[in-house]
């Protein structure tokens, strides 16, 4: 009785400027504003240069929780303050601002925007657009736009749907709409009726649409609707790239008037700890367990004043096998009521989850009124973990020890800005398990849900985190809104309530606002243990008054004395390193310069992530960050765009310090011995792939046998002849987790050098000499376990092309699912007429779609100071590599019921992405060729490679694909 309908083809868009925002808003509300002038205002908050002050007020009117704008006479360069950071205090010339209590008065609609939300606007001429979208990511990089932001312009992203509803739906229960995320203040309106504002861009929220006034039901144009959305992207509080508009997907939902709310249902496996055998590891893999489960009901029909309702659960295996089924007792509901009914089991032999083995049951929940079923969920994923956090002894999980070797992560990759796809979210977390990573901090807001999916089924812990800390009620809100869309989720270890300087925002109630977060968090998930990641609240001070409310002290970029004498003071709280570690590194470069980073940072590495790792009592280092993102460009400026602090770049190519991290974190992490592993390191990682080897991944190469790792970080070239010396000596880098190294150039031993334990062989004064540089990896029993060459390029000859995803070689499956919205990524290498990639190639690449189901969404190279398009598929090489993202275009993969009521439903159904209607599958039957993707260059031999596609969705979609890879790499 209950559908689930994918809601996120055919959208027309428009992207409104932000300074056109602001003139429509001017007068709004402006008296709510303390003014001031001449003074300088402590911001990092800057969101543009316009031509009057009053836009700049506007543009805080409109959010909320904007406290406080400022604008520079001279430079028009405006400001807000979105994260109590205002400091207006010294005296300055040329400012003018306004400072005000938040919220702020939310102002209504006006001009254009009340026209662009109602059902007669004529958006024929707007793009029309799937979801997940970034409304952002296809602007102009400009050097007046916010660096914080990527140097992208903010805007006003406007999306309109025309719909209609089935006539069967008519008067049989309840429609909704369920975003999991607009970024953000989202207003959404129903056939020119306002029928929801959602002030956060970052959690999910139902909008009901079958009681609006007006709602139309039944086939025609006549019965079509239009569902307009107006999203503010700009005033968000991130001091990173967070992208705007309709950025996740979106479902259209239909259940009886009796029903499981959104989120509903917490269903939490108990395991005694006393079954657990000591010691043993990975082997402790099954417990008998009581299965608790809370399920809260809604009974809505005021036609039926009341009846008796109860809940029954049925427990599903990996096999799909019903294990357990069991039920609530009744209990009478009247219209208007929710009730949370209590049920469990004892269930025997429940297998574990773990890294090791992501072992998932599937509970199906029905609600029944007077003994007939009236809503049944059937997507209910739960595992059995026990977790522990032991201050003398770190973290462990079902008794077995582990460290946490982890990343934080923001949530942006070339080409599609925030609106990542699912399946390149499964190549985001496999490359972090090729290096050894095993944790994900999800700095600094809550995930898209389909992200905590695959970290569920690859077997990554969970640190989720919330958006805001502080005494805004909103902000508590959000907090709860986390907690209970993402606790079923085994992979989730802690909630957090803030990072670094939000953890102290709340001053001086931190307390009492700290006391308030954790009781929302425990109301609705009272098992897990609640964190912040904090700083020193000032110098000398070791804590903040909200250590008192956490269970979990986490620490960002403390020096290493700082936990000892942390754990000296509070020996019974637990600590973790939750962030550290931010290593610039610019892939390719082998020198800095002005306007460039080294790829060389095992210094910083070795000796920040040691911090956390070593101390018994730590529980381990969270990385800033896995990948590097739009905004916040560090230590450069423009024209740098995005961060460097990745060990993989913003294209998703390897650096240098992914190989030290597979090198130490893989394959040697504990000190015990050379090939000692902690349970959670698979035996078969996915390999690391190295962007610069066209024709094989790096794992069964001689540069990484499997047991040991060598890569030499800096190229084998020639010096351009401004910078070259009479000698032109060099520095040469190694990453190995051998004991020893030797040098050879041109099949000359230079040097041989003993590799300190968690660090990197280096060679000094080596003249370059044009040839083949080849490091060698040393046992100590003077093995040769590994060996890696660098060549000299010569002239760049050709194009090569590479499959990343879907690939068997990154844990991301054989092929794309025709369901519409399935993405891969495609690596186009610049090489020489020997195969070698030439690293000083700029050429532009044109990429293409020649046959197939599939079309470019967009390009990228890594480059933190490429200001091209990211939509345009045309990109130039950065150090010889460029990258193509190429999404299906068709829809013949989803269930037949799907489709069935996709093209019942979208209005404009087939115009953008193809939607095959059940019984035409034949007639498309040439798309199982696959996608043919082209890449071009002038004076370079062109390419094509061949994407493979399926229809069937249910062996190669995105979890099962992460599920089969883990059966496999843990067999």
């Given at each position: 009785k209950r559908e689930v309908i994918n809601f996120d083809f055919a959208w027309r868009h428009e992207n409104v400027p932000v300074d056109a925002v602001g003139e429509e808003y001017q007068t709004a509300c402006g008296p709510a504003f303390t003014p001031f002038q001449n003074l300088s205002c402590k911001?990092?908050?800057?969101?543009?240069?316009?031509?009057?002050?009053?836009?700049?007020?506007?543009?805080?009117?409109?959010?909320?929780?904007?406290?406080g704008w400022v604008f520079e006479l001279a430079t028009g360069t405006c400001s807000l303050d979105t994260e109590r950071l205002f400091r207006c205090d010294t005296a300055a010339k040329g400012t003018v601002g306004g400072t005000r209590d938040v919220p702020g008065p939310r102002p209504p609609l006006a001009g254009l925007d009340i026209q662009r939300m109602s059902s007669a606007f004529d958006d024929s001429k707007w793009q029309l657009i799937d979801a997940p979208h970034d409304s952002l990511i296809t602007g102009t990089f400009s050097i007046n736009a916010s660096g914080h932001q990527g140097n992208l312009p903010y805007g006003l992203a406007f999306y309109r749907k025309h719909f209609n509803l089935p006539g069967d739906w008519e008067g049989n229960g309840q429609t909704t709409v369920y975003f999991e995320g607009i970024f953000r203040s989202s207003y959404v309106y129903l056939n020119g009726i306002q029928v929801a504002f959602h002030e956060s861009g970052y959690t999910s929220f139902s909008v009901r649409l079958d009681n609006v006034t007006g709602v139309k039901f039944g086939a025609g144009q006549a019965n079509e609707n239009v569902l307009a959305i107006r999203a503010q992207a700009f005033g968000g509080s991130g001091w990173w790239y967070e992208g705007g508009g309709l950025y996740r997907h979106n479902y259209l939902v239909h259940h009886e008037h009796v029903y499981v709310v959104p989120n509903g249902i917490l269903a939490k496996f108990f395991v005694d700890l006393d079954d657990l055998p000591s010691g043993v590891g990975k082997h402790a893999n099954t417990s008998d367990a009581a299965l608790k489960i809370e399920t809260t009901v809604a009974f809505s029909n005021a036609s039926a004043s009341k009846g008796p309702v109860s809940v029954q659960h049925s427990l599903y295996d990996e096999d799909n096998q019903v294990i357990v089924e069991f039920a609530s007792n009744n209990t009478w509901m009247q219209s208007g009521q929710e009730t949370i009914f209590f049920a469990s089991q004892f269930v025997r032999n429940v297998t574990l989850w773990a890294p090791w083995n992501t072992y998932m049951y599937r509970v199906e929940t029905r609600v029944l009124l007077k003994n007939q079923t009236v809503d049944t969920m059937n997507n209910t994923y739960i595992g059995a973990t026990v977790a522990e956090w032991i201050p003398k002894s770190g973290y462990q999980l079902n008794g077995t020890p582990i460290k946490w070797r982890g990343y934080c992560n923001h949530n942006s990759l070339a080409g599609v800005g925030v609106a990542i796809p699912d399946r390149l979210n499964l190549f985001r977390a496999q490359s972090m398990k090729s290096i050894g990573g095993n944790a994900w901090r999800t700095s600094h807001n809550p995930p898209v849900p389909g992200l905590l999916d695959v970290l569920d089924r690859v077997g990554v812990l969970v640190w989720d985190e919330t958006r805001n800390f502080g005494d805004e009620a909103q902000w508590a809100t959000d907090m709860r809104d986390m907690v209970q869309r993402d606790r079923n989720h085994p992979s989730i270890m802690l909630w957090s309530f803030c990072n670094e300087g939000g953890c102290l925002s709340a001053e001086p109630d931190v307390s009492s606002i700290g006391g308030q977060f954790r009781a929302a968090a425990k109301s609705l998930d009272p098992f897990r243990p609640v964190t912040g990641n904090m700083v020193a609240k000032k110098e000398n001070q070791l804590y903040s008054d909200l250590t008192g409310e956490i269970d979990v002290q986490g620490f960002s970029h403390m020096q290493g004395f700082i936990f000892d004498d942390f754990h000296t003071i509070y020996p019974e709280k637990p600590l973790i390193n939750s962030e550290c570690c931010s290593c610039v590194t610019q892939r390719g470069e082998d020198t800095a310069n002005p306007t460039h980073l080294a790829n060389f940072n095992g210094d910083c590495i070795s000796e920040q992530t040691a911090r956390g790792i070593s101390r018994p009592f730590v529980s381990g280092s969270l990385v800033w960050t896995l990948f590097d993102y739009l905004g916040e460009p560090t230590p450069i400026n423009w024209p740098h765009v995005s961060s460097s602090f990745g060990s993989f770049d913003l294209a998703g190519f390897s650096k240098a310090a992914a190989f030290w991290y597979r090198a130490w974190w893989l394959y040697n992490f504990t000190h015990d011995g050379m090939s000692d592993r902690q349970w959670d390191v698979p035996s078969r990682a996915p390999p690391l792939i190295d962007s610069e080897q066209p024709l094989q991944s790096a794992i069964g190469s001689s540069k990484d046998t499997g047991d040991f790792l060598i890569h030499i970080v800096q190229h084998w070239e020639a010096a351009p002849t401004s910078s070259a010396g009479d000698d032109d000596l060099r520095v040469i880098q190694v990453?190995?987790?051998?004991?020893?190294?030797?040098?050879?150039?041109?099949?000359?031993?230079?040097?041989?050098?003993?590799?300190?334990?968690?660090?990197?062989?280096?060679f000094g004064?080596?003249?370059?000499?044009?040839?083949?540089?080849?490091?060698?990896?040393?046992?100590?029993?003077?093995?040769?376990?590994?060996?890696?060459?660098?060549?000299?390029?010569?002239?760049?000859?050709?194009?090569?092309?590479?499959?990343?995803?879907?690939?068997?070689?990154?844990?991301?499956?054989?092929?794309?699912?025709?369901?519409?919205?399935?993405?891969?990524?495609?690596?186009?290498?610049?090489?020489?007429?020997?195969?070698t990639v030439v690293p000083s190639s700029a050429h532009a690449i044109t990429f293409s779609v020649s046959t197939g189901p599939g079309r470019i969404i967009g390009v990228g190279n890594g480059d933190p100071a490429c200001h091209e398009n990211n939509k345009i598929a045309v990109r130039s090489a950065y150090h010889g590599l460029a990258r193509a993202i190429v999404q299906v275009n068709m829809n013949s993969a989803m269930p037949a019921s799907i489709r069935h009521r996709l093209a019942q439903i979208d209005s404009e159904s087939g115009q953008y992405t193809v939607l095959v209607h059940p019984g035409d599958e034949e007639n498309y039957s040439s798309v199982s060729e696959g996608i043919t993707v082209s890449a071009s260059s002038p004076g370079l031999a062109s390419a094509n490679i061949t994407i493979p596609v399926t229809n069937d969705i249910d062996r190669h979609n995105v979890l099962a694909t992460a599920k089969a890879w883990m059966t496999a790499s843990h067999a």
């Open positions: 911001t990092d908050r800057p969101v543009g240069i316009f031509e009057s002050p009053s836009i700049c007020q506007a543009l805080c009117c409109l959010s909320p929780y904007c406290r990453y190995t987790n051998a004991p020893q190294v030797e040098l050879h150039l041109n099949g000359k031993l230079f040097s041989r050098k003993v590799v300190p334990w968690y660090s990197w062989a280096e004064n080596i003249s370059f000499e044009a040839g083949n540089l080849t490091a060698t990896a040393i046992s100590w029993s003077s093995v040769v376990v590994a060996s890696h060459t660098r060549l000299t390029s010569g002239i760049a000859t050709a194009i090569v092309l590479a499959i990343d995803v879907p690939s068997a070689s990154t844990g991301t499956g054989k092929a794309l699912v025709l369901d519409g919205q399935d993405t891969g990524m495609v690596r186009a290498m610049v090489v020489d007429s020997r195969g």
